[in-house]
C-alpha cells in the first residue's frame, strides 16, 4: 500500500520531495518526546496544491498522515504510528503579507515562531506567543498544540493571536476558517482548531494578529527562603489586580545548575527565585514595579535585582531560558512535564513534586510559569541507569494525578499526543470525551489526520480499533 | 466551594424534542412555540488570585460583575443579559480591540447536551490545552450544539483609570497608530473617539500626544446592522455608521446581508450540527452564529 502511495507522491510533489531512506524514517519517526513510532514515508511539498495532492493521495489508499513542523512537540503529537505518512511542513516558510496598520500577518504553517517576531520587529511588533523553543518551533506547530510561553501571562496563548486559517481536511480538500475578520458567520471553526494537534487537518495557511511592542519594559528577579513565600507573592500580585508581563519560578537546583552554567550572578542560596517583568507605559510600569517589590517584600523576599539595561535584562532572561542547556550538566537526559494548578495550590503540589521525586530516587528541577499555574517539573536521569524509564514514567504520572486532583488539568501548553492519552480520563468523564470525538468526526470522518492522539480509544470499540501505544524510547 | 446541581437542568432539557432555552431575552431570546427551559442562576464562586469565576449560566452579566467589582475585577463580557446567553451569541462589545473576543472568556463550560447528558468542555485553570477545545465551538453556537448550564470565566482587574477621547479625523488609522494598546478606537467618518485605560499619567499623556480631547463617552451606535469587515477595510466606509478601528466590526445604520461563507466551511458546520444534535431539537430553525 505505501509502496503504491509512494508512486503517487513522487508523481504528484516531484521524486526529490518524498522520502522512504531509513535515515529519514527514522529522523522522522519521532518527536522531541520520549515517544518513537515508524514512519512510511515523508513528504516535503512546497505549496497547498502539493499538500492537498499528498493528503488526497492518503486518502486515496487509506494511509494516516501526520503533520509535522518542525518536530519540537514534547507530547508525541508529531510521532507518527503505523507507517503513517508525514507531511513535514518547514519548506512552506514564507511570510505572506503584513498589515502594519491593522497589525496582522498571512504566513505559511513552517515559518519558525522567532523569524516571525523578526520579520516584524521593524514596525515595533511582534508574535506574542513564545514557547522556549521559539527558535526552532513552526507556527503551524503552535496552531496545533495551541502554544504558550511566558510572555502568554499578559497577551495570552496561541488561541488568542490566530484570526484565520487556510486547512487541507482530511479528503484533500480545502477549507477558509476564519480570516481577517473578527467574528467570521457561523460556528468558531478556527477557535476549534486551534489545539487540534493534528487531528482536524493540515493548516497551510495561517493569519496572525501582531502585538505592539511595550514602550516600556522593567525586569526584575526575587529570592525567598522558601517555595512557599514565593508562590504566594505570585498570587498576591494577581490578587491586587497586576498581570505581568511575565511572572516565572525557578526552584533553587534548577538556580545553582542554570548559575554554573551561565554565570549571571544568579542567588544559589535561594529556595526559589521569581523572575517577573513589567511592560506597557512608563507611569503604569514604574507603578507596579513598586507595587510588586512592596508584596515581594512583605512576603519575605530577600533580594530585589531590578535589571539596569537591556544587557542586564537579556542575562536575567537567558537565565531563564538556559535550564535545558544547563541541565545537561547534571544528566543527560530529562523528562520535561507540563501541567497546570489554580495559583493557590502552587506550594501544596510543589511540595507533592519533591516529594515523589524523592520516593523515586529521581532529581528534579523546576522552572515554571508560575503566573498561570503551569508547572514544568524537569525529571533528570540518565536512561543507561538500569530501571530508571520505570521510575521517571512512574514518577511522572503521580505528578500529572497530584495536579489534577489539586483542581488543576493534564497539560498547559504541551497538549496531550501520545503522551497523556491515556490520561484523559483524569478530567474527562466518558460523554465528555465523546463529544470531543464528535468534534474530530466532524472535522475527520475518514480518521486519517494523526490518528491514536488525544482521545483514548473508548472501550466498546476496542475490538475494532487497535491503539498503537508508541514506544518509549 | 459548592458545585452547581445540573440535574435538574438536564432533565428539563430532557432528551426529545424540540426544546429552547431563554435567558434575560436581550439578545432575541427563545424560538417561539418550543417548550422553553432556562439555566441554573447564581454565582457559585468567585477566586480573585485566580482570576476566575463559576456561575450558573443563567446569571446576569451585570450581577456577575457587581460581585466582581468588590475584587477590583470585572468580566470581559458585554453588560446586558445573561452570561450564558453573551456567550451563546458570543458577539463582543465595543472593547473587543483590548479585551479581545468573547470567546477567550470561557474556561470551562458544562452543558447539556441533546441527548440530556451533562458534558463537560474545557477546563478550570486559566490555561489548558488538554483536549480539543469545545468551549470555542459552543461561544457563538447560539445554543445549537448544547445548553449551557454552568460557566467557568476569566476575570480581568479594573483598571485605575478609563477615560474616552475624541478628535476629528477623516483617517482614522493616524490616531491609531499612535495610541499604545487602546481598548477601543471608534470612528464614524469624521470623528475618532477612543477608550484609553491604565495610569492616569499614561493615559493622558497618550492622549496629548495622539490629539485627543477628553469626552464623556462613546457615540451611540447605529442599530441598522453589526457588520463584520476585514479590519483594513474600515478606512473606506460609507454612510452612517461607527466602526471599531483594529477590529472591523461596523455598526452601521443600513440593514446588511453577511457574505456567503466557505461552502466547505458550511458543510463542517452541518456535520458538527449532526454529530451534536442529530434530530436538530435543540433551538431548532436557529441558525449558529
Ligand atoms: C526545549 C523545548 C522547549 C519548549 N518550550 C515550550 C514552551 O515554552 N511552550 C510551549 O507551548 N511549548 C514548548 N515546547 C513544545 C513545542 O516546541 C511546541 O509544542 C511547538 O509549538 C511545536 O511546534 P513544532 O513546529 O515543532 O510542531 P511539531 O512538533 O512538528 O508538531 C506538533 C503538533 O502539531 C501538529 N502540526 C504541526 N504542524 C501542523 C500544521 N501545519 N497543521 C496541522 N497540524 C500541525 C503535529 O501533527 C503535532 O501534533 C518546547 C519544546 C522543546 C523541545
Given at each position: 500500500m505505501i509502496a503504491a502511495l509512494v508512486d503517487e507522491l513522487r508523481a504528484a510533489i516531484t521524486p526529490e520531495r518524498v522520502r522512504i531512506g531509513s535515515t529519514e524514517l527514522g529522523l522522522y519517526g519521532r518527536d522531541a518526546s520520549n515517544i518513537g513510532g515508524s514512519a512510511g514515508a515523508v513528504c516535503f511539498p512546497t505549496s497547498t496544491a502539493e499538500v492537498q495532492a499528498c493528503v488526497a493521495a492518503a486518502h486515496r489508499h487509506g494511509v494516516p498522515f501526520v503533520a509535522r513542523g518542525s518536530g519540537t512537540g514534547l507530547a508525541g503529537g508529531a510521532t507518527p504510528l503505523d507507517h503513517a505518512l508525514v507531511i513535514v511542513l518547514t519548506k512552506m516558510n514564507r511570510v505572506l503579507s503584513v498589515d502594519p496598520i491593522n497589525r496582522l500577518a498571512w504566513v505559511e504553517p513552517g515559518v519558525l515562531n522567532l523569524d516571525l517576531t523578526r520579520h516584524v520587529a521593524h514596525l515595533g511588533l511582534h508574535f506574542a506567543p513564545d514557547p522556549s523553543s521559539q527558535q526552532s518551533c513552526s507556527i503551524g506547530g503552535n496552531v496545533a498544540n495551541n502554544s504558550g510561553g511566558p510572555h502568554c501571562l499578559s497577551d495570552g496563548v496561541t488561541a488568542a493571536h490566530i484570526l484565520g486559517l487556510e486547512v487541507v481536511l482530511s479528503d484533500g480538500s480545502l477549507v477558509q476558517l476564519g480570516a481577517t475578520e473578527a467574528e467570521p458567520v457561523g460556528l468558531d471553526l478556527r477557535g476549534a482548531f486551534v489545539g487540534s494537534e493534528g487531528m482536524f487537518g493540515v493548516a497551510t495557511k495561517v493569519c496572525v494578529r501582531l502585538t505592539q511592542n511595550a514602550p516600556s519594559v522593567r525586569t526584575m528577579l526575587m529570592d525567598f527562603n522558601s517555595v512557599e513565600d514565593g508562590a504566594q507573592t505570585v498570587s498576591a500580585i494577581i490578587a491586587a489586580g497586576m498581570v505581568p508581563a511575565a511572572l516565572e519560578m525557578m526552584d533553587q537546583l534548577c538556580v545553582q545548575a542554570v548559575e554554573a552554567y551561565i554565570h549571571a550572578g544568579l542567588p544559589v542560596d535561594a529556595a526559589a527565585v521569581l523572575l517577573v517583568e513589567v511592560a506597557g507605559l512608563a507611569h503604569g510600569v514604574e507603578a507596579d514595579v513598586a507595587r510588586i517589590i512592596e508584596i515581594a517584600q512583605a512576603h519575605g523576599a530577600g533580594g530585589v535585582r531590578i535589571a539596569q539595561d537591556e544587557a542586564e535584562r537579556a542575562l536575567l532572561w537567558k537565565g531563564r531560558k538556559s535550564a535545558f542547556g544547563a541541565i545537561a550538566r547534571i544528566k543527560p537526559n530529562y523528562y520535561l512535564h507540563d501541567t497546570v494548578v489554580p495559583r493557590r495550590m502552587l506550594p501544596q503540589v510543589l511540595r507533592q513534586v519533591y516529594e515523589i521525586t524523592a520516593r523515586y530516587q529521581l532529581q528534579v528541577l523546576n522552572v515554571f510559569h508560575a503566573g498561570d499555574g503551569n508547572l514544568h517539573p524537569l525529571l533528570v536521569f540518565d536512561k543507561r541507569e538500569p530501571g530508571v524509564m520505570e521510575r521517571v514514567l512512574a514518577a511522572g504520572e503521580e505528578i500529572v494525578r497530584a495536579s489534577v486532583a489539586a483542581g488543576g488539568v493534564l497539560s498547559g501548553e504541551h497538549g496531550i499526543g501520545l503522551e497523556k492519552r491515556d490520561f484523559m480520563p483524569l478530567m474527562f468523564g466518558p460523554a465528555d470525551l465523546a463529544a470531543q470525538a464528535a468534534m474530530r468526526r466532524a472535522f475527520d470522518p475518514a480518521g486519517l489526520a494523526n490518528p491514536f492522539k488525544v482521545l483514548p480509544s473508548p472501550a466498546a470499540c476496542g475490538d475494532v480499533q487497535h491503539v498503537p501505544e508508541g514506544a518509549w524510547v | 466551594m459548592g458545585v452547581i446541581e445540573l440535574a435538574a437542568f438536564a432533565e428539563a432539557v430532557g432528551s426529545a424534542g424540540p426544546v429552547t432555552i431563554a435567558g434575560l431575552r436581550t439578545r432575541g431570546g427563545s424560538v417561539a412555540d418550543v417548550r422553553c427551559v432556562s439555566a441554573p442562576v447564581g454565582i457559585d464562586w468567585v477566586q480573585p488570585d485566580e482570576m476566575t469565576a463559576c456561575c450558573g449560566a443563567g446569571t446576569p452579566v451585570a450581577e456577575l460583575n457587581a460581585a466582581l467589582a468588590e475584587h477590583g475585577q470585572r468580566v470581559a463580557l458585554p453588560s446586558s443579559g445573561t452570561v450564558g446567553g453573551a456567550l451563546a451569541v458570543g458577539h463582543s462589545g465595543v472593547r473587543r480591540l483590548g479585551d479581545g473576543p468573547v470567546r477567550d472568556v470561557l474556561l470551562q463550560a458544562r452543558y447539556v447536551s441533546a441527548a440530556g447528558e451533562v458534558v463537560k468542555a474545557g477546563g478550570p485553570t486559566v490555561k489548558n490545552v488538554s483536549g480539543f477545545d469545545l468551549c470555542r465551538l459552543l461561544v457563538g453556537s447560539c445554543g445549537t450544539l448544547g445548553f449551557v448550564g454552568d460557566v467557568i470565566v476569566r476575570t480581568r482587574p479594573i483598571a485605575a483609570h478609563s477615560q474616552w477621547f475624541s478628535a476629528e479625523a477623516t483617517d482614522p488609522h493616524e490616531c491609531f497608530a499612535r495610541l499604545y494598546r487602546p481598548v477601543s478606537v471608534l470612528w464614524d467618518g469624521s470623528t475618532v473617539?477612543?477608550?484609553?485605560?491604565?495610569?492616569?499619567?499614561?493615559?493622558?499623556?497618550?492622549?496629548?500626544?495622539?490629539?485627543?480631547?477628553?469626552?464623556?463617552?462613546?457615540?451611540?451606535?447605529?442599530?441598522?446592522?453589526?457588520?463584520?469587515?476585514?479590519?483594513?477595510?474600515?478606512?473606506?466606509?460609507?454612510?452612517?455608521?461607527?466602526?471599531?478601528?483594529?477590529?472591523?466590526?461596523?455598526?452601521?445604520?443600513?440593514?446588511?446581508?453577511?457574505?456567503?461563507?466557505?461552502?466547505?466551511?458550511?458543510?463542517?458546520?452541518?456535520?458538527?450540527?449532526?454529530?451534536?444534535?442529530?434530530?436538530?431539537?435543540?433551538?431548532?430553525?436557529?441558525?449558529?452564529?
Open positions: - | 473617539w477612543a477608550l484609553l485605560e491604565g495610569h492616569a499619567a499614561d493615559v493622558s499623556e497618550q492622549a496629548t500626544n495622539a490629539g485627543l480631547r477628553a469626552c464623556d463617552g462613546p457615540p451611540s451606535l447605529p442599530t441598522g446592522s453589526r457588520r463584520v469587515v476585514p479590519p483594513a477595510d474600515v478606512a473606506s466606509l460609507t454612510g452612517t455608521f461607527v466602526a471599531e478601528v483594529g477590529v472591523g466590526i461596523v455598526h452601521h445604520a443600513d440593514t446588511w446581508t453577511p457574505p456567503i461563507g466557505d461552502p466547505r466551511a458550511m458543510e463542517l458546520e452541518s456535520a458538527l450540527k449532526r454529530e451534536f444534535d442529530p434530530t436538530g431539537r435543540l433551538n431548532p430553525g436557529v441558525p449558529f452564529g
